[in-house]
């Protein structure tokens, strides 16, 4: 399978709530919520595309968007 | 497509509090059905009372949202009317097993092809957090101050006496398992059941003390565990997560369908 990588995560503010969930659970510490208490990217480049946080955020507010990789990296 | 295109977007942000473990599994939901590539035309889904069944209004799909419990019930007369549409009948722990109780049971008695999801977050939100016939001994609610003494149903185990044909449980923690359990649900003939764990940081969480959504969520990580796994072998108290139940039987709507051949045969002769 060809390796994922990010393009961009998309998250829509003004359905973010702040819950944390995203923030608590990504693998990579990726997230983290701002002075409004919402959710942002902090640390894109560490992200590992897992897309755990798109998937367990209760606002459908995120979107891990991905392309793949060519076999060598190039 | 994306997720986002099968819901009906004007009510976002939904109402649900922040940290609902319900917007997961509408989340998983979506998931699920686009990976399953049904169309929004062939899916119905019903929901009664409750946070649970705000769902219906959310989801882009040919909707209902009817009386308390009674989901199952208008979803029935949609499947026998129109078989061929898909049903998915989302409700809350109270909703399915107190005031949809009978109608539950004698949905999976009948096995009729219709994908029933218990959002079972162990209360009741909507109303202020009183205790549920999932919510088991012990817990604090609003309706029990000095604790529950009310021993809670099984839902796997009451599923299967009640003849379901699949029965499942996941957790909102375990997002890829959850898509996975419904696409094989929504894909099974007979009568359906996902029972997925979700958190209620509101009223459960705060008045049990068990911390945040996120917290929450990640309890659920190190108190469930996979059938047949070392750690549920090792330790019988973890509730087990997966597929218990998946065996074939004849479905309602067929056999109702050879009573209305049957019938015809002997009309014409």
């Avoid at chain 1, 560490?46 to 990789?69: G, K, Q, W």
């Avoid at chain 2, 549920?132 to 101050?145: E, K, R, Y």
Wanted: net charge neutral; aromatic share 6%; with cysteine.
């Amino acid at each position: 399978m060809a390796k994922r990588r990010l393009r961009e995560l998309v998250i829509r503010r003004e359905w973010c709530k702040g819950c944390g969930i995203c923030v608590a659970l990504c693998p990579k510490q990726v997230l983290e919520l701002d002075g409004e208490d919402k959710s942002v990217p902090a640390r894109p480049e560490d992200c590992i595309c897992c897309r755990m946080c798109e998937l367990r955020c209760p606002d459908l507010a995120i979107t891990v968007l991905t392309d793949e990789e060519e076999g060598d990296g190039a | 497509m994306a997720i986002q295109d099968y819901i009906r977007q004007r009510f976002f942000p939904h109402l649900w509090c922040p940290g609902c473990g319900h917007g997961i599994i509408l989340n998983n939901l979506l998931h699920a059905v686009d990976e399953l590539g049904l169309a929004k035309n062939d899916i119905v889904v019903t929901s009664g009372i409750g946070c649970s069944a705000r769902i219906s209004g959310y989801v882009d799909f040919h909707t209902l949202h009817t009386l308390h419990g009674r989901a199952l019930a208008f979803a029935t007369g949609v499947k026998l009317s129109r078989p061929e549409l898909t049903l998915i009948v989302p409700m809350g722990d109270g909703d399915a097993l107190a005031i949809g109780g009978n109608h539950f049971i004698h949905a999976a008695r009948r096995n009729i092809d219709i994908t029933a999801i218990v959002m079972n977050n162990r209360i009741y939100g909507m109303t202020g957090g009183q205790f549920s016939p999932l919510s088991g001994p012990g817990i604090l609610a609003t309706t029990a101050p000095y604790r529950t003494i009310d021993p809670n149903f099984d839902v796997v185990e009451l599923a299967r006496a009640a003849g379901a044909t699949f029965v499942a449980r996941s957790t909102t923690y375990h997002a890829l398992e959850t898509i996975d359990l419904l696409k094989r649900a929504i894909s099974h003939k007979g009568f359906a059941v996902v029972e997925i764990l979700t958190q209620c940081p509101t009223y459960y969480g705060r008045k049990n003390k068990e911390g945040e959504a996120a917290e929450m969520i990640e309890r659920y990580k190190h108190i469930t565990a996979k059938i047949g796994s070392k750690a549920l072998e090792e330790n019988p108290a973890l509730i087990p997560r997966g597929v218990f139940v998946e065996v074939g039987r004849p479905e309602y709507c067929e056999a109702y369908e050879e009573v209305i051949v049957r019938a015809r045969q002997e009309v014409a002769a």
